[in-house]
């Protein structure tokens, strides 16, 4: 059995994706008044929604535990792995690599575990890469390798209708959720090193989204990409990004997917949310072979 991938729920992969690459999703755990559920098995983007609108219901995230990972990776070796390579949320934004490296460190050499400095498919795309190198028959060594340089490739932007939440839940400070919220300013945000920083301000969400546009499009350089548009509770805002940056990316995009944002995520930034990550292909392309196209 080759080289297994793990990954969590916030990389928000399309179920097909998930099953074409077998790769193994362990879930973050979201509170919403009191009550835990495991994100995307029992707990949904539209859960944390009516959540945070109501805005008196208290919600919150939770890692997944080591004891949660250290079983998962039991498990695949137990069924005959040659190893594991692990691909995580940012360690900037959750304790899940954490989790991740004090299960690993029990099994010696045989687990491997990638911070992938990102969230969404920020993360999926590395999980993604990581998952063709196994199956192309790469060791261990390999298939990190090719989780790692994916990284590198991967670029992540997205627009919240307010910093509020982001500040509520400690992930951006509070000097930056004054400058977001200083005359209904919006903000652009990005993930330089793993950690969420204010990139541009506009003064509309329309103008939101042109930008967003034109970030992807800087990022995509000039050679062919993939693409992914996450949104919460905004399908609308994610129909025209994808539409846009079709035609402004032409030949040059290969894969596109659209999801929902997780509850995990949801809880961070609040409805409205809208994101584009781009996935630059590799200068080999037998090692980053096109998928295909989906929603």
């Known amino acids: ?29 979201v509170v919403l008044a009191g009550v ?34 250290s079983r998962t990776y039991r498990e695949l070796l137990a069924a005959g792995a040659e190893g594991v390579v692990s691909v995580h949320l940012s360690a900037g934004l959750s304790g899940t690599v954490e989790a991740a490296e004090l299960a690993a460190a029990d099994l010696g050499d045989r687990v491997s ?43 992540i932007h997205f627009y919240v209708d307010t910093l509020e939440f982001l500040r509520r839940g400690g992930r951006i400070n509070a000097a930056e959720a004054l ?5 209904s300013v919006k903000p652009i945000l990005h993930m330089p090193e793993g950690r ?49 940056l079709t035609a402004r990316l032409g030949d040059r995009l290969r894969d596109t997917y659209v999801s929902e944002a997780g509850a995990a995520v949801a809880v961070h930034v609040g409805p409205g949310l809208a994101c584009v990550v781009i996935h630059r292909a590799s200068a080999h392309p037998a090692a980053d072979p096109p998928g295909r196209q989906g929603h």
């Open 113 to 155: 575990v990638v911070d992938s400095r990102s969230c969404g498919m920020g993360l999926g795309f590395p999980a993604i890469a990581a998952a063709r190198a196994a199956a192309r028959g790469a060791d261990l060594a390999g298939v990190r390798a090719a989780a790692a340089a994916a990284v590198g490739r991967t670029s």
């Open 196 to 244: 969420i920083v204010l990139r541009d301000k506009v003064r509309t969400a329309s103008r939101g989204m042109a930008r967003l546009v034109d970030l992807a499009v800087e990022a995509a350089d000039d050679g062919p990409v993939d693409l992914a548009v996450h949104h919460l509770d905004a399908p609308q805002r994610a129909e025209q990004l994808v539409d846009t």
């Open 179 to 183: 400058l977001g919220t200083a005359l």
């Open 36 to 69: 835990e559920g495991l994100e995307g098995v029992e707990t949904f983007p539209a859960d944390a929604t009516r959540a945070l609108r109501a805005r008196r219901v208290s919600v919150s995230t939770s890692r997944a535990s080591p004891e949660q990972f």
């Open 1 to 29: 059995m080759p080289v297994a991938v793990v990954t969590d729920s916030t990389a928000y992969l399309p179920p097909e994706l998930v099953r074409e690459h077998r790769l193994t999703v362990v879930p973050l755990t």
